[in-house]
């Protein structure tokens, strides 16, 4: 009878470290919240540092911070959107909302803004196995682009 106890004791304890190793590793390898690196498709170089966070179960994305190359300004706003976004500043700009899950380390149903053409796309994103990079897929009628972003620490 005690050697049973003892069993189930053990057992019962093994299965609830089990549960915490497993939601710790989970958290960080499938959660695409935190702060992530843009990059430049001719000069693959960081442009902006963009922050992924929860509300309300959709996932949200804004600019906070801009990494002008030589020449370019360092507070650009955006001249080519509409609506409130109009010449407001690229810094500080949702450019990402309502992407829900959609799969295994995947999220759909959203919706995209290119603040250097102002215009909005339906929007997918994928996150690496190892948590990473996220392929960000923006896609408009029958034409489709993907960009890479890498994670990074929060900006200083």
Avoid: H
Wanted: glycine share 8%.
């Amino acid at each position: 009878m005690v050697s049973i106890q003892k069993f189930l004791r053990y057992w019962l304890i093994t299965v609830i470290l089990s549960l915490f190793t497993t939601f710790a590793f989970a958290d960080e390898t499938t959660n695409p919240v935190g702060y992530w690196n843009t990059m430049s498709d001719k000069t693959n170089t960081v442009t902006s540092v963009v922050q992924i966070w929860e509300e309300q179960n959709v996932l949200k994305a804004k600019v906070v911070k801009i990494i002008p190359a030589n020449g370019e300004e360092a507070n650009p706003v955006c001249s080519k959107c509409k609506g409130d976004n109009y010449n407001k500043p690229i810094a500080g700009m949702t450019i990402l909302w309502d992407m829900v899950p959609t799969g295994n380390n995947k999220w759909g149903k959203g919706q995209l803004l290119d603040p250097k053409t102002g215009n909005v796309y339906r929007g997918s994103m994928t996150l690496s196995q190892d948590g990473n990079q996220i392929k960000l897929k923006g896609t408009s009628g029958m034409f489709s682009k993907t960009k890479t972003w890498v994670r990074t620490n929060k900006p200083e």
